[in-house]
């Protein structure tokens, strides 16, 4: 019997009871990247003991990032919510001396109507430091989202206009970097080098040494990236004006391309994500595009790249892969896995906007048409105990999933990699797409070193009573 291939997308949408990690978690990698912040989550010890946690041995480096944690007489206002919060704000900036303080709010403060936006001006105001409100709680989002709440808020605290010369240059600390210890002269002689095309900024947080690849890459295509959101420093925040272009690095930034839409006035680029070779020259390409510029020499640079691959290609050719969904990165990997030869059943996520991954989507369709191999169903608020029913059935060679699945998958034989380590490792450009195949092939790896032992199933099939 010949089943008829679904010739679009199918998309469906289950429950919404899946496990993923609180938004808060976005402070372990903000507080990092963005090195003058500090993040003040306003929540309880519920909020705290999460955080401890997922943070792992990072908790011990004096982390620029604390707790208020509510207390009964906060919950029935019989403390003043604002006297509470001036009292711990001056004692960060006596301690710590921030550019920019973060209050996370949390699912407490929802439910609480704690009005965060409406106290933070007033505090700002009187303590002069900069206070930025995200609400980043799991009532309304999952993990990455809470980088796109905190990156929306600080989208409406770039500078709009600054007239000098020299303080945009100063502002574009990415620029800086790349001339840095060059003579003046060559500086000059380098700009020219560059097409003459309105400004764009990139979004997202990357670690530092992504964020230069990627800006390099535009380079050698003529283009200028006049600054990421966010930048090393809050006080290097890019300057955004009307008009100006913006371009998203990643999946789950939809709200910051919303607020940089709606209230900046920029225009978005909507491309593929740059993850795996594909990716990224699909990215470049319609940024080139978009400016009108010819790409040079990507087919051959996608080229070198998957035949850099080829021994982990050979692991995981023909073999299927099966997305839990808890971090959405979901689409992009498997549209990159598919691309490695690899087949994907179902693609969970925890949500999916639709115009915001338009361009990924498209592509996802068309490397599965060019693939030859059935379009995968994507499953938006995934059910997990549905999803491991499914995955009895389908017995997929690997399933990507939270913690909290992998071991017991594990013990019935199931190969999982923990789905976490993709939103930590660097996974964007080119070069980085071996990492990315490093940690997919790395439980097939173990598993087929380990495999003669005989112990791949350790759980009775049948509990006998
Ligand atoms: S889900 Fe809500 S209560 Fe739980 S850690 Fe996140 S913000 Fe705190």
Redesign the pocket.
């Known amino acids: 019997m010949t089943v008829a291939q679904p010739d679009a997308l199918n998309f469906d949408c289950e429950t919404g009871n899946y496990h993923t990690f ?3 978690s976005c402070v372990a990698w903000l507080y990092q990247k963005i090195e003058d912040s500090f993040f003040l ?1 306003i ?2 010890k ?6 401890q946690n997922a943070m792992g041995v990072m908790i011990f480096a004096e982390p620029r990032y604390a707790m208020a944690e509510l207390e009964e007489g906060d919950i029935s206002a019989q403390l003043n919510d604002y006297e509470e919060l001036k009292r711990l704000c001056l004692q960060i900036k006596r301690d710590r001396n921030p550019s920019v303080i973060v209050w ?5 403060t ?1 439910i609480i109507k704690m009005d965060l936006e409406g106290l933070a001006p007033k505090l700002e105001a009187e303590i002069g430091i900069p206070i930025v409100v995200a609400r ?4 309304d989002y999952a993990f990455t989202q809470g980088e796109d709440t905190v990156l929306a808020a600080m989208a409406a605290r770039c500078p709009s206009k600054v007239d000098n010369e020299a303080e945009k240059a100063e502002r574009n600390a990415i620029q800086r970097l790349l001339s840095f210890g060059r003579k003046q002269e060559e500086v000059a002689q380098e700009s020219s080098e560059y097409v003459d095309h309105p400004p764009l900024v990139l979004f997202g947080s990357l670690p530092d040494p992504v964020v230069t690849q990627l800006t390099l890459e535009l380079k050698k295509q003529g283009i200028k990236v006049s600054g990421w959101l966010p930048a090393k420093r809050y006080t290097e925040l890019p300057i955004l004006e009307e008009g100006y272009y913006v371009c998203g690095v990643n999946p789950f930034l939809s709200r910051t391309a919303t607020a940089l839409m709606r209230r900046r006035k920029c225009k978005l680029i909507g491309a593929p994500f740059p993850i795996g070779p594909d990716g990224t020259r699909a990215w470049i390409e319609k940024i080139c595009s978009v400016f009108g510029v010819e790409p040079q020499g990507l087919a051959d640079r996608e080229q070198q790249i998957w035949a850099s691959l080829e021994d982990y290609l050979k692991l995981i050719r023909g073999k299927s892969i099966f997305f839990m969904g808890d971090n959405l990165l979901e689409v992009s990997l498997a549209r990159f896995l598919i691309r490695c030869g690899m087949t994907c059943p179902e693609i969970g996520i925890p949500y999916m906007d639709k115009r915001y991954q338009g361009a990924e989507l498209a592509l996802l369709e068309q490397t599965c048409q060019e693939m030859g191999v059935p379009l995968p169903r994507i499953v938006e608020k995934p059910d997990n105990y549905n999803q491991i029913q499914r995955i009895y059935e389908l017995q997929p060679d690997l399933v990507i999933t939270g913690m909290a699945h992998a071991n017991p998958l594990e013990a019935r034989g199931i190969n999982t990699k923990w789905s976490v380590e993709f939103t930590f490792a660097q996974i964007h450009g080119f070069t980085n797409a071996r990492d990315i195949l490093e940690l997919v092939t790395r439980p097939l790896r173990r598993n087929l070193a380990l495999k003669d032992l005989g112990w791949d199933k350790l759980v009775k099939e049948e509990a006998r009573v």
């Open positions: 609180c938004p808060i989550v929540g309880t519920t909020c705290g003991y999460f955080l996370i709010g949390t699912c407490t929802e980043a709680n799991g009532l």
